[in-house]
C-alpha cells in the first residue's frame, strides 16, 4: 500500500519500533569478551575437566538464584490461590516457576556432580553467601526490572493499556464505520455537489496528538478548521441498541492563502481515556506514560487497520506533537497537519493511479 509507506516515513522519529535482538548480540560479545579474558587469564593451565566442572557449578548458581527468586514468588500467589487460579495450586506454581529455568538447573547439577572433583564445602559456603546477598538485595528492591525490561515484556506480550484500547476502538467502531465510509460519502456528494469528490478525502482523518487532548470541535484548535456539515449517518443494531447512530463530520480547512480544502476528520476517541487516565492520581498514570501509550496506540492501530481487508484505503493516521506553544510554533499547526497529509495522500493517490494506467 503507498500510502502506508509514505506514513511509516513520516512517523518513524517519534513513533517507537518493536524492539529487536540488540540485546541478543551484546550478549554474544561479552561471552566472547569473556572468553577471551579467561583465555589471558590463564585457563588453559587447568584440565577440561576442572574448566567444564566451573562452568557448570556457576551454572548452577546462577540457575538456583532464579528457582529461589521463583519460590519467593510461589509463596505470594498462595495467598490469592482461589481468586486468580480457582485453588488450584499447581497452577500457582507453574505461573511461578519457569520448568526450562528448573530442567536447565537440574541438568547442571548432575554434570556437577559427573564432573565432581573438589571438596564441595568451599563451593557450598560460596553458594550460601551468593544467595545471602542477592536475597538483601531483594528484600530492599535493588532489583526490580528497569523501566526498558517492563516496556520490552509488556509490548511483547501485548498487555500496554495501548493495546486494549486500539482494539476496542477498531472493534467497536472503525470495523463498523470505514467499510461504509465510501458508500455514505457517495451519498453525500450528490446531495452537496461533489463536495469530497477527490479521493484523498474519501478517507477518514484520524487525529492522534501526542498530548492526549481532544476538543469537541476542531475549531477549538485552529480557527482555521471550521465544521461544515455531518456525512450520511451510519444506523447499526449494536449492543442491545436498535438503530445505533454512527456519525462523522466534514471540515472546511483554510491554507494560508485562505484557500478552502475538505476533509472527513476527528479525534481518536481511546486519547480521551489516556488523558482522564493522567490527571487521577489513583490510576498511578503519568504524563510520560501517557505519551509513550499515545505513541503505542498510533503504532498498534496502524497494524490493525492495515492487515483488514476490509478498512483497506479508508483511513489516514494523522499524529503529530502538539506540546505547549513556543516561540518557534506554527500559529495553526492542525490545520497545516492535516492539509499536509491531504496532499501527500493526493500525491500518492496520483501516483498509484499513474502506476495503474503505464502497468494496463
Not at 122 to 141: A, E, K, P, Q, S
Not at 203 to 215: F, V
Not at 225 to 251: C, H, S, W
Not at 261 to 273: F, H, M, R
Request: aromatic content about 10%; glycine content about 2%.
Amino acid at each position: 500500500m503507498a500510502h502506508t509507506v509514505r506514513n511509516n516515513s513520516e512517523s518513524s522519529s517519534i513513533i517507537p519500533q518493536p524492539r529487536g535482538n540488540r540485546a541478543v548480540k551484546a550478549a554474544c560479545f561479552f561471552i566472547l569478551v569473556c572468553a577471551l579474558l579467561l583465555y589471558l587469564l590463564g585457563i588453559g593451565n587447568y584440565k577440561r575437566s576442572q574448566i567444564a566442572f566451573a562452568i557448570a557449578f556457576h551454572c548452577v548458581i546462577a540457575q538456583s538464584w532464579h528457582f529461589m527468586v521463583s519460590l519467593c514468588e510461589f509463596a505470594e500467589e498462595l495467598a490469592h490461590v482461589h481468586s486468580r487460579y480457582n485453588g488450584e495450586y499447581l497452577k500457582a506454581l507453574q505461573a511461578s516457576v519457569s520448568v526450562r529455568s528448573t530442567s536447565l538447573m537440574i541438568l547442571n547439577v548432575m554434570c556437577c556432580y559427573i564432573l565432581y572433583t573438589e571438596d564441595p564445602l568451599t563451593g557450598m559456603i560460596h553458594v550460601v553467601l551468593l544467595f545471602l546477598c542477592n536475597l538483601l538485595c531483594r528484600c530492599f528492591g535493588l532489583q526490580e526490572p528497569t523501566q526498558a525490561v517492563i516496556s520490552e515484556i509488556t509490548e511483547k506480550k501485548q498487555l500496554n493499556v495501548a493495546h486494549g484500547l486500539a482494539w476496542s476502538y477498531y472493534v467497536g467502531y472503525l470495523k463498523l464505520v470505514l467499510p461504509a465510509l465510501k458508500d455514505k460519502v457517495e451519498t453525500f456528494n450528490e446531495e452537496n455537489n461533489n463536495l469530497l469528490r477527490s479521493p484523498e478525502t474519501m478517507k477518514l482523518y484520524i487525529l492522534i496528538p501526542l498530548s492526549c487532548k481532544i476538543y469537541n470541535d476542531l475549531k477549538t484548535e485552529d480557527e482555521n478548521i471550521t465544521f461544515i456539515k455531518e456525512i450520511p449517518p451510519l444506523l447499526m443494531d449494536r449492543a442491545g441498541i436498535k438503530q445505533r447512530v454512527f456519525k462523522n463530520n466534514v471540515y472546511r480547512i483554510l491554507d494560508e492563502d485562505h484557500r478552502p480544502y475538505y476533509c472527513i476528520a476527528e479525534y481518536a476517541t481511546p486519547l480521551a481515556s489516556l488523558y482522564e487516565m493522567s490527571n487521577i492520581t489513583s490510576a498511578g498514570f503519568s504524563k510520560q506514560d501517557r505519551t509513550e501509550q499515545a505513541k503505542l496506540l498510533y503504532r498498534t492501530l496502524n497494524d490493525i487497520l492495515e492487515s483488514s481487508p476490509d478498512c483497506y484505503n479508508t483511513f489516514r493516521l494523522v499524529i503529530y506533537d502538539d506540546c505547549p506553544r513556543t516561540e518557534d510554533h506554527q500559529d495553526h499547526p492542525l490545520s497545516q497537519i492535516i492539509l499536509k497529509h491531504l496532499k501527500q495522500q493526493h500525491s500518492e493517490e496520483y501516483d498509484l493511479e499513474f502506476r495503474t494506467l503505464r502497468s494496463d
